[in-house]
T-cell receptor, first 115, second 116 residues
Framework: DAGITQSPRYKITETGRQVTLMCHQT?????MFWYRQDLGHGLRLIYY???????DKGEVPDGYVVSRSKTENFPLTLESATRSQTSVYFC??????????????FGEGSWLTVV | AQKITQTQPGMFVQEKEAVTLDCTYD???????LFWYKQPSSGEMIFLIY??????QNATEGRYSLNFQKARKSANLVISASQLGDSAMYFC?????????????FGTGTSLTVIP
């Protein structure tokens, strides 16, 4: 089972360029998330989505755009990359059934460096 | 206010000893879930243990147990008989399914080093 996959895993880009990080899950989970992980900050939520065509801002959305035209895909775009967006990005998903304690499942992470 | 607070940036433990990683949370919801994740140096996030807000008994999964003190809003992770492979970052997280659209909130993490 493929689970949740991210691409690219590693990316170096220049300031001002547009970058898209892809996320694909095979479980048909309703909820999908994008987090960034930075030393001293833990994981901070960028955007999340409750279903196809429904997205909402998280804690640190500025400079990012998301879309979710299909349940299984949740791409994250940096419209004009800045050095402060150098980070590790995690895509994650979870099911709608809130009473069962379903965990959140993470992709392997995308290491992005903006130079 | 922080939803999840982990006050120990780094911890050391002797191999085969037990260690407690602290986590406090902030919520006004009656229904919520508490989770712990392990992140080894390879980077993947590994689910360890879950505690529901209505669960009266502390959750246990092998060598991991969650010391749940609801009134104090704490959810400490206890690792018994530490192993070298336990060296990793550990994140506490909370899910508020009804209040915030199923968001997961994470702490800043605790880096655990197991000493041989």
């Amino acid at each position: 089972d493929a689970g949740i996959t991210q691409s690219p895993r590693y990316k170096i880009t220049e300031t001002g360029r547009q970058v898209t990080l892809m996320c694909h899950q095979t479980w048909s989970h309703s909820y999908m998330f994008w987090y960034r992980q930075d030393l001293g900050h833990g994981l901070r939520l960028i955007y999340y989505s409750a279903a196809a065509d429904i997205t909402d801002k998280g804690e640190v959305p500025d400079g990012y755009v998301v879309s979710r035209s299909k349940t299984e895909n949740f791409p994250l775009t940096l419209e004009s990359a800045t050095r402060s967006q150098t980070s590790v990005y995690f895509c994650a998903s979870t099911d709608r059934d809130v009473d069962s304690g379903n965990t959140i499942y993470f992709g392997e992470g995308s290491w992005l460096t903006v130079v | 206010a922080q939803k999840i607070t982990q006050t120990q940036p780094g911890m050391f433990v002797q191999e085969k000893e037990a260690v407690t990683l602290d986590c406090t949370y902030d919520t006004s919801d009656q229904s919520y879930g508490l989770f712990w994740y392990k992140q080894p140096s390879s980077g993947e996030m590994i689910f360890l243990i879950y505690q529901g807000s209505y669960d009266e008994q502390n959750a246990t999964e092998g060598r991991y147990s969650l010391n749940f003190q609801k009134a104090r809003k704490s959810a400490n992770l206890v690792i018994s008989a530490s192993q070298l492979g336990d060296s990793a970052m550990y994140f506490c997280a909370m899910r508020e399914p009804y209040n915030t659209g199923n968001q997961f909130y994470f702490g800043t993490g605790t880096s655990l080093t197991v000493i041989p």
